[in-house]
Nanobody, 124 residues
Framework: QVQLVESGGGLVQAGGSLRLSCAAS????????MGWFRQAPGKEREFVAG????????YYRNSVKGRFTVSRDNGKNTVYLQMNSLKPEDTAVYYCAARADMWTMVRGREPDYWGQGTQVTVSS
């Protein structure tokens, strides 16, 4: 089992920044690719960004490219999502997730583990 706990969400004005963190415990964190998903009210959940187990590969959906950066620190069992130039349309509950191969999450496979989510609200 892997337990994931997100933090860092909040209310920010458009153009502002937030950094989300996801702390993992349990099985070997470094064995897992990690992903960030989000779900806005009335919308489907979408994959936002992902990072491979060793950090060598990353993925971003087009709408966040150049604004969001995913990173991880395997020594701290933590993955981060730095979000800059936030827009109202980024408002959602953000979830971190784990699966051995990050690219399978990109292709739509269900993660093995989920965090509880953290709310991000961007005001205009």
């Amino acid at each position: 089992q892997v337990q994931l706990v997100e933090s860092g969400g909040g209310l920010v004005q458009a153009g502002g920044s937030l950094r989300l963190s996801c702390a993992a415990s349990g099985r070997t964190f470094s064995a897992y690719g990690m992903g960030w998903f989000r779900q806005a009210p009335g919308k489907e959940r979408e994959f936002v960004a992902g990072i491979s187990w060793n950090g060598d590969s990353t993925y971003y959906r087009n709408s966040v490219k150049g604004r969001f950066t995913v990173s991880r620190d395997n020594g701290k069992n933590t993955v981060y999502l730095q979000m800059n130039s936030l827009k109202p349309e980024d408002t959602a509950v953000y979830y971190c997730a784990a699966r051995a191969d990050m690219w399978t999450m990109v292709r739509g496979r269900e993660p093995d583990y989920w965090g509880q989510g953290t709310q991000v609200t961007v005001s205009s």
